[in-house]
T-cell receptor, first 115, second 114 residues
Framework: DSGVTQTPKHLITATGQRVTLRCSPR?????VYWYQQSLDQGLQFLIQ???????AKGNILERFSAQQFPDLHSELNLSSLELGDSALYFC??????????????FGPGTRLTVL | AQKVTQAQTEISVVEKEDVTLDCVYE???????LFWYKQPPSGELVFLIR??????QNEISGRYSWNFQKSTSSFNFTITASQVVDSAVYFC???????????FGTGTRLQVFP
């Protein structure tokens, strides 16, 4: 158990809908990262938050947004969902987030299925 | 540009065989970090090792060992005396010093048969 929690485990929804994925980092970790794992794109970095502020952005679609709250949990919002958004979404956390020095520990993931 | 290549898509071995998973990386940075993660059938990503670019010492942890060679830009992972529980997809990843994001390879699926 990495100490990172994600809810829900599974999510099934329809095209055009909006969903929110939630992540709680390990105790004491300030950085939260979101990754998408799909069959065609592999594991891709989406976005990073550090102590409430956006730190880095990757290949995140404009339909997707994220935030990190004062208690350091994070939410990833996916809107106007398309079939191609079906994937496993991982959250990871690390301590300092000031550079590539920290190990990222991953949550169990949320499997999103868009029908 | 950063890139991680895991050329082996799938490897099958019989229990107790040794197996090496290859990882080749590309980066222009002199300071970078390399990682291996394991993704068992249950789906979670489990951290195995982190290595920084200034530490080329090989590492051994039980049946696992890692061989980091800057001269060939490789960070290979060997499992000695493989077991059925080692069956998983293994990912190699790279992070450069000016960014925290992980660049993952495409993964190697290891199947260990009894």
């Amino acid at each position: 158990d990495s100490g990172v929690t994600q809810t829900p485990k599974h999510l099934i929804t329809a095209t055009g809908q909006r969903v929110t994925l939630r992540c709680s980092p390990r105790s004491g970790d300030l950085s939260v990262y979101w990754y998408q794992q799909s069959l065609d794109q592999g594991l891709q970095f989406l976005i990073q938050y550090y102590n409430g502020e956006e730190r880095a952005k990757g290949n995140i679609l404009e339909r997707f947004s994220a935030q990190q709250f004062p208690d350091l949990h994070s939410e990833l919002n996916l809107s106007s969902l398309e079939l191609g958004d079906s994937a496993l979404y991982f959250c990871a956390s690390s301590g300092r987030g000031g550079g590539g020095t920290d190990t990222q520990y991953f949550g169990p993931g949320t499997r999103l299925t868009v029908l | 540009a950063q890139k991680v290549t895991q050329a082996q898509t799938e490897i099958s071995v019989v229990e107790k065989e040794d197996v090496t998973l290859d990882c080749v990386y590309e980066t222009r940075d002199t300071t970078y970090y390399l990682f291996w993660y394991k993704q068992p059938p249950s789906g979670e990503l489990v951290f195995l090792i982190r290595r920084n670019s200034f530490d080329e010492q090989n590492e051994i942890s039980g049946r696992y060992s890692w061989n980091f060679q800057k001269s060939t830009s490789s960070f290979n992972f060997t499992i000695t005396a493989s077991q059925v529980v080692d069956s998983a997809v293994y990912f190699c990843a790279l992070s450069e010093d000016n960014t925290d994001k992980l660049i993952f390879g495409t993964g190697t699926r290891l199947q260990v048969f009894p």
